[in-house]
């Protein structure tokens, strides 16, 4: 092994605002910010998701390939036609399907939890 993953970085107009909404999504702190990269992960000794300001971000035409998607994360659900809802009220778009964007044009995909993963904890409404 040379290394292992540490964040996943989304170029973005707005780090803390993306990061909002994705710690919101997920249920998980911001354990870092600072004015164009702000992080959400469990704790501050977690690898997580990285949100790094660019200011001329495109963000991708999904399924149009003029601006490719670059990048998608499967988000697990215990059920994606209930979620689908919930995170549209968060600031997501549904682009088609269990497939949305997020605040800033980054499609996800909204996955049934495997049987081999522990349920996930209901998120208080």
Do not use: K
Not at 20 to 27: K, T
Not at 42 to 58: E, K, M
């Amino acid at each position: 092994m040379i290394g292992r993953r540490h964040h996943v970085v989304l170029d973005c107009p707005d780090p803390a605002a993306l990061a909002e909404f994705y710690s919101a999504l997920l249920g998980q702190p911001i354990t870092y910010r600072g004015d164009d990269w702000v992080v959400v992960a469990d704790d501050d000794t977690s690898s997580g998701l990285a949100f790094q300001r660019v200011p001329d971000h495109r963000p991708p035409t999904w399924p149009d390939p003029a601006v490719p998607q670059q990048f998608h994360l499967d988000v697990m659900v215990e059920d994606p036609a209930e979620a689908g809802p919930r995170v549209v009220a968060l600031g997501a778009v549904r682009l088609a399907g269990d497939v949305c964007a997020d605040p800033a044009g980054h499609p996800f995909c909204l996955v049934r939890r495997p049987h081999w993963a522990p349920p996930i904890p209901q998120w208080s409404r």
